[in-house]
């Protein structure tokens, strides 16, 4: 028997909490536009082959995954991620760490507490997108639209708290879909029977994995999305096809899943930001007591805008620093800012393929030994900072326990910043002379 599996809901409201509407107000932004996709997708017929398998892979929502072929062990039926793990530990290894577990946490579960099932149905598409997950969540949740009977053996129990699982990207009616492999005879895109007599019978090769189109169904708004000052909210893959790194044929996955690893590192991750950047400073003295100061960021390890969403900011600082300490001579941010309320874009500074970011500053130095400091600051999660920050000074009465969660998300959001090593340079001692300093 299918489970029985809640796809639509109506629309409730809990604890006649107020921010439900602003946060409604907010993010239906987000689900319309993939209404919107669906239409479209339905119009438009794919041309290639990439194009047509991914429009049905991705059909939103996902279909459930039903019963189980004859012959699977309660291990192959199984949907837990920890259950691939079994035999693939090393992707199971890597995807443990990778943001694509965690895309399910306080963040997203205090506005599940103030959204409808279908709100909170259309979050889930990208966050924890099977049809099982949206499930479980509804049981969780108390939607109106659950399932009545229990969860079949092959849905574990937490599994919509697991975030992007592996079936989430891998397995369609309990068929795996895979990249073709490497191994000469292995089975490859040749031979894309799925093979009995395998664990799992096998697999179904195809090329879609390593295309970049794989990864836009969750990191591209459709042209009729959410824009601000005629820009798309969501448009790493646009400005990934216009990239020089596009033109040089590297996909999403060549610089996010290199050796077909499953880390996914981002912005949240200093190595991957400090290999994707060059930053360069150059010190000139223009007269006994002044100095014109250049700082040059590029983003040449980036395949798109750096960074690509609203929500990270990056802070340059540069600091004069002397025996009688140190004083900033020049502050400036990079990110594209936009309202809390999502209503208005405030600044756009990110630095796009190609492009560069220059922080410029003249400064009087005293005699003796100076040196010029730059700083780099990483807010991966800025945005929602200061968007849970409103939401709970707006909202003084809100349900104590949506409250604690609104709080231990601002936590984990806010814990996310680091910073990258500063570049330090020692001011040049005669007038006309420079100095230089690059990292990376
Ligand atoms: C009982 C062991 C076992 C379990 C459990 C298992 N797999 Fe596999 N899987 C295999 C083996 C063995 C292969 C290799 C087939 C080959 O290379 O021809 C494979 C192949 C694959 C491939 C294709 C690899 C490629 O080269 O493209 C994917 C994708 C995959 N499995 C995903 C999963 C996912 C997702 C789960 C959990 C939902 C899972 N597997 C559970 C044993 C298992
Ligand atoms: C966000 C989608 C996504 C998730 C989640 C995901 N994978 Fe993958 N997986 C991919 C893509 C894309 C590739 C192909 C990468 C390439 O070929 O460059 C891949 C490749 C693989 C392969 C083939 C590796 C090889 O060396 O041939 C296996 C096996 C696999 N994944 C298993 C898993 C398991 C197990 C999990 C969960 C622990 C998982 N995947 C989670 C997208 C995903
Ligand atoms: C089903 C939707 C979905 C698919 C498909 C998907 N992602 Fe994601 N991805 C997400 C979500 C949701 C997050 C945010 C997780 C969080 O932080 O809660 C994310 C996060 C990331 C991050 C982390 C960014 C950071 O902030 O550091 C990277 C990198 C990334 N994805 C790359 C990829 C690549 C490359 C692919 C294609 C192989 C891909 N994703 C496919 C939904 C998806
Ligand atoms: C089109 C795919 C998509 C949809 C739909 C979507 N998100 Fe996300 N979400 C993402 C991606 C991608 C990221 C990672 C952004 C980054 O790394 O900067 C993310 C990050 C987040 C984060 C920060 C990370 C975390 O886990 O705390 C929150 C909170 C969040 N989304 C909430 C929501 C809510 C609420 C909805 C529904 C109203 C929603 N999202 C709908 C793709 C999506
Ligand atoms: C040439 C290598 C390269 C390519 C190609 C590339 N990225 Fe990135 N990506 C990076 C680096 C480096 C970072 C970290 C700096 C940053 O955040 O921009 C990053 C960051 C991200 C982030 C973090 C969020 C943010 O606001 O920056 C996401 C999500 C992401 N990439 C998704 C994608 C997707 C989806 C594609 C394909 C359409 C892609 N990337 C193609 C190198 C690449």
Redesign the pocket.
């Known amino acids: 028997m299918v489970w029985h599996l809640p796809l639509t809901g109506r629309l409730m409201q809990r604890s006649g909490v107020r921010i439900a509407i602003l946060i409604i107000a907010l993010m239906l932004a987000v689900a319309g536009a993939w209404e919107v996709y669906r239409t479209l997708a339905k119009d438009h017929v794919p041309t290639d082959a990439t194009a047509q398998f991914l429009a049905q892979y991705w059909a939103h929502p996902l279909a459930p995954q039903g019963e189980p072929p004859p012959g699977f062990s309660s291990?192959?039926a199984?949907?837990a991620p920890e259950?691939?793990g079994?035999?693939?530990p090393e992707q199971y290894a890597d995807w443990r760490t990778s943001l694509h577990s965690h895309s399910i946490g306080p963040g997203m579960l205090w506005q599940f507490r103030v959204l409808s099932q279908d709100e909170s149905n259309s979050c889930l598409r990208c966050h924890a997108p099977l049809a099982e997950q949206k499930a479980l969540m509804a049981l969780q949740q108390g939607w109106t639209n659950a399932p009545k009977t229990p969860a079949p053996a092959y849905v574990s129990s937490d599994l919509h708290l697991r975030g992007l699982v592996?079936?989430a990207c891998?397995?369609r009616r309990h068929q795996?879909?895979?990249?073709p492999?490497d191994k000469p005879n292995?089975?490859d895109a040749q031979n894309p029977a799925p093979a009995t007599g395998?664990?799992?019978n096998?697999?179904i090769?195809e090329r879609a994995f390593q295309d970049s189109r794989f990864c836009a169904t969750c990191h591209q708004f459709p042209p009729q999305g959410r824009s601000l000052a005629g820009k798309l909210v969501e448009n790493t893959y646009e400005e990934w096809r216009t990239s020089l790194a596009a033109g040089q044929g590297l996909a999403c996955q060549n610089c996010h899943m290199p050796g077909k690893r499953h880390l996914w590192r981002g912005i949240h991750d200093r190595t991957m930001v400090d290999k994707g950047l060059r930053r360069e400073m150059i010190i000139k003295r223009i007269s006994a007591s002044r100095l014109a100061v250049q700082a040059i960021i590029t983003a040449p390890g980036v395949g798109h805008y750096f960074p690509t969403y609203v929500v990270p900011k990056v802070t340059v600082t540069l600091e004069l620093r002397n025996s009688a300490g140190t004083r900033e001579i020049a502050r400036h941010v990079i990110g594209r800012t936009v309202s809390v309320d999502m209503d208005r874009e405030l600044s756009d500074t990110r630095i796009p393929p190609g492009g560069n970011s220059v922080v410029s500053a003249e400064v009087t130095v005293p005699p003796g030994a100076n040196y010029i400091e730059m700083r780099m600051d990483i807010a991966p999660a800025e945005h929602y900072v200061r968007m849970f920050e409103s939401m709970l000074e707006r909202n003084p009465k809100m349900d104590p326990a949506t409250q604690s969660m609104l709080r231990e998300a601002i936590q984990k959001a806010e814990a996310t910043a680091y910073r990258l090593d500063d570049l330090v340079v020692a001011v040049p001692a005669r007038l006309g002379e420079s100095q230089h300093a690059v990292a990376n």
């Open positions: 291990l192959e199984s949907l259950s691939c079994a035999c693939h592996c079936a891998h397995v795996r879909y895979g990249p492999a292995a089975q395998q664990p799992h096998g697999f090769a």
